[in-house]
Each structure stands twice: as C-alpha cells, then as structure tokens.
C-alpha cells in the first residue's frame, strides 16, 4: 500500500518535472513568424478601418494619417518584442510617452486627433500583449506552444468593439458635426447684448455660414475691433480643421 509520504514525494516529484519541462517549451520560429504575422496585420488593418473611414473622411489629414499608421505600427512591434524580454511592458509604454512629449509638446494636437492617437495606442497594446498562442502536452511532458483559436477570437472581438463604438459615435445621425471660426470684427457697436440678431446678421452675411451661437472675445477699442468666435454647422463629409488659425504661418499644407 502506498502511503501518503510516498504520494507526497511522487507529487512534489511530478510539479518539479512540470516546472521544469515547461520551462523549457519553446515556440518554433514559424510559429514565431506565424504569431507577428497575425498580430501586425490585425492591427494595420484595424488601425487602417479607423484611420481611413472614420478619421480621415472628415478631417483630410493627411499629415495625421500617416502619423496614425505608422506610429500603430512602431507601437505594436515595440510593444511585441520587448514584451518577450526582461525589460517589460512599463519601459516600452514610457519610452512612447517621452517620444509623444518631445514630438508634441511644441504643437497642439487637436482633441480628436487626441483621441484617435489614444485609440490606436491602446489597440496595438492590445494586439501586441494578447496571448494567441497556448502551452499544451504538459500531462504527456511533451509540451509545446499551439495556436489558441479562442485567444485570437477574444482579441478580434475587442478589436470589433472600439471600431463599433466609434462607428456610433461618428454616425451622421448620433453626431452634429460643428465647427468654429475665430473673426475679427470691425463693428464693435454691435457686441452689445441687445444688437445680438443684428451681429448674428451681419456676420452670417459677411461669412457665409449660418451662426448657431457665438462668442465675443477680446475687445480692442484703439481699433474698434473684437475677437468673435463663431459656431456652424459643417456640412456633410466636410472639416473646418483651419477655421481656428489666424497667422498666415500657422497654415500647414495638409
């Protein structure tokens, strides 16, 4: 009969031989080709859907659409490989935000563009760290890495998720897209509050947009002028992204 110090010993036995099998499982190169292979085209393709028919169909930037793609990308295989060594998740992660805060510190990035560029950070952490592959053939000590079929659905469908909740947001129907121009106005007499319909007028006249609501700024009485900012409707599948510039060397050819 064996008794429960022989079971005790042959346990501690089997979890040292699991240890130690396990930790020598490797992944083959194609599986490794095959993993980046699956994780980079995910991701540019879902970074390329959100860019393409979400961002760039309103706000034609082209400056800001190569800046997406490319910086996506970079993140994933950054993320990718240095996520397989002993340096760790958080030193990639701070290394992409000391290279955002010297590249854009000196610009101010609009709030959308913001948004998009958090977006496509967080979707290729997501791509990059989700675990696809699985450890298998530890009961046989025989393990090794198999593809996880659930483990690439999983990461398909947070993908699907942000793309869909974006979609709604950006739908014509849920969205009124407005924009604003900042006018320096020479009829300071009709700033008051009671002329508003006769500024409102004016500046519809004068502009070629219809004023939804408007903001009166700074107030220069030396050269009768004043600072106006002014809300529209945009039409569709059109961007106001120069109304707020108001020195010709602010203008960037997009």
Not at 227 to 247: A, E
């Amino acid at each position: 009969m064996i008794s429960m110090q022989d079971l005790g010993e042959f346990a501690l036995e089997d979890e040292a031989i699991d240890v130690q099998t396990i930790s020598e499982a490797m992944m083959t190169t194609a599986q490794s080709l095959t993993e980046l292979a699956i994780r980079f085209f995910l991701n540019l393709l879902v970074c390329w859907i959100l860019v393409q028919f979400f961002y760039y169909r309103k706000s034609r930037r082209r400056d800001y659409y190569f800046t997406f793609m490319v910086f996506s990308s970079a993140m994933l295989m950054l993320l990718y490989v240095m996520g397989n060594v002993e340096v760790g998740v958080g030193l990639t992660l701070g290394l992409f935000a000391i290279f955002g805060v010297i590249r854009y510190r000196t610009e101010t990035v609009p709030i959308r563009e913001m948004t998009y560029l958090f977006v496509i950070i967080a979707l290729a952490a997501v791509n990059g760290l989700a675990p696809i592959y699985k450890l298998s053939g530890i009961v046989t000590e025989h393990p090794h890495y198999v593809l996880s079929t659930g483990g690439i659905l999983v990461t398909v469908l947070a993908n699907a998720l942000v793309v869909l909740l974006i979609w709604v947001l950006e739908s014509e129907r849920l969205l009124k897209h407005t924009s604003t121009k900042l006018v320096q106005y020479d009829r300071i007499e009709l700033i008051v509050p009671e002329r508003r319909a006769e500024l409102v007028a004016d500046l519809e006249k004068r502009v070629g947009v219809k004023v939804d609501n408007l903001e009166v700024g700074h107030v220069d009485f030396l050269k009768d002028s004043a600072f106006i900012k002014i809300y529209y409707t945009l039409p569709k599948d059109q961007t106001g992204s120069i109304d707020t510039l108001t020195r010709a060397k602010d203008f960037v050819e997009q």
